[in-house]
């Protein structure tokens, strides 16, 4: 890219800088994921941005700020940035350090247009995530998705004409993972209404997302390869009583001593075993 620089030095220096502000991004989002619960292990960037591969607990209020933090990251960023460039405006540096005054007019630009593009209501966008954590509170967590996915296969069709038109290959591209995002969406909406309709135990919760496990023969021993309710059994198997000290919570990923799924107080008992 040539953005004029004097310097090309200042050319590095620029997409370094864009990365850098793609991640603290993606910083934001898992921060944001951990603070209430979630997890988020990992953060991939690629030349059209960076994924933070995040997972809240299953509730609105918990998703929408997990989401909602990339964007006020560019946010605060916006000030900074043209505060930033002012002081060089300002000053004599545009005549001095010509290359000084363009990056930091760039940064400003390309954090400005990170964020626009970012929160175009597009699923899965953010903006558009953050559209359906709104409907969630309303409509529920299932259909939310459905409506958002619909939105998302319309805009990034709307999107693969306009790259089209205008032969804008990287326009292409993010068109056409919008569309095959918004389409896996459908699907992840129906997984989501069978697993709401699983029953469960509702006495007892994920000590990380609160959210009460399934109820019913999910589990399998790996000494035996007896299906059994390990809530239902504490952790250990009703036929070989091989024991289980540790679950991973459906719903967040963690995993967990199985004591502290119970209610504080509950009596552990220390010899159950198999009738
Ligand atoms: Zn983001
Ligand atoms: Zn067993
Ligand atoms: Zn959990």
């Given at each position: 890219?040539?953005?004029?620089?004097?310097a090309?030095v200042w050319?590095?220096i620029?997409?370094?800088?864009?990365?850098?502000?793609?991640?603290?991004?993606?910083?934001?989002?898992?921060?944001?994921?951990?603070?209430?619960?979630?997890?988020?292990?990992?953060?991939v960037?690629?030349?059209?941005?960076g994924?933070?591969?995040?997972?809240?607990?299953?509730?609105?209020?918990?998703?929408?700020?997990?989401?909602a933090a990339?964007?006020?990251?560019?946010?605060?960023?916006?000030p900074?940035?043209?505060?930033?460039?002012?002081?060089s405006?300002?000053?004599?540096?545009?005549?001095e350090?010509?290359?000084v005054?363009?990056?930091?007019?760039s940064?400003?630009?390309?954090?400005?247009?990170?964020?626009?593009?970012?929160m175009?209501p597009i699923?899965?966008?953010?903006?558009?995530q953050?559209?359906?954590?709104?409907?969630?509170?309303?409509?529920?967590?299932?259909?939310?998705?459905?409506?958002v996915?619909v939105i998302?296969?319309?805009?990034?069709?709307?999107?693969l004409?306009?790259?089209v038109a205008?032969?804008?290959?990287?326009?292409?591209?993010?068109a056409?993972?919008?569309a095959?995002r918004?389409?896996?969406?459908?699907?992840?909406?129906?997984l989501?209404?069978?697993?709401?309709?699983?029953?469960?135990?509702?006495?007892l919760a994920?000590?990380?997302?609160k959210?009460?496990?399934?109820?019913?023969?999910?589990?399998?021993?790996?000494?035996c390869?007896?299906?059994?309710?390990?809530?239902?059994?504490r952790?250990?198997?009703?036929?070989c009583?091989?024991?289980f000290?540790?679950t991973a919570?459906?719903?967040?990923?963690r995993?967990?001593?199985?004591?502290?799924?119970?209610?504080?107080?509950?009596?552990t008992?220390?010899?159950?075993?198999?009738?």
């Open positions: 890219m040539d953005n004029g620089y004097e090309p050319n590095v620029e997409y370094v800088s864009l990365f850098g502000i793609v991640l603290i991004h993606e910083f934001g989002h898992a921060l944001a994921c951990r603070q209430v619960g979630g997890m988020a292990n990992q953060i960037l690629w030349p059209l941005g994924i933070a591969y995040v997972a809240p607990p299953p509730r609105p209020g918990a998703v929408l700020w997990s989401i990339g964007p006020l990251v560019n946010v605060v960023l916006v900074i940035t043209a505060g930033l460039w002012y002081l405006y300002r000053s004599d540096w545009t005549m350090f010509p290359d005054d363009r990056y930091l007019w940064i400003m630009i390309m954090n400005g247009m990170l964020l626009f593009f970012n175009l699923y899965p966008l953010d903006g558009g953050i559209v359906q954590a709104l409907l969630w509170f309303v409509v529920g967590r299932a259909t939310s998705l459905v409506i996915s998302g296969l319309i805009g990034g069709c709307g999107l004409v306009l790259a205008t032969q804008s290959w990287w326009m292409g591209l993010i056409v993972f919008i095959l918004s389409g896996a969406g459908f699907q992840q909406a129906r989501i209404r069978e697993r709401l309709a699983l029953p469960r135990h509702t006495d994920c000590p990380h997302c959210e009460p496990p399934f109820k019913g023969d999910f589990w399998g021993c790996d000494q390869e007896t299906r059994f309710d390990t809530f239902a059994h952790g250990v198997c009703p036929r009583a091989a024991r000290d540790e919570c459906p719903e967040c990923g995993h967990s001593p199985i004591g502290e799924w119970f209610p504080s107080g509950t009596p008992p220390r010899d159950e075993r198999p009738a």
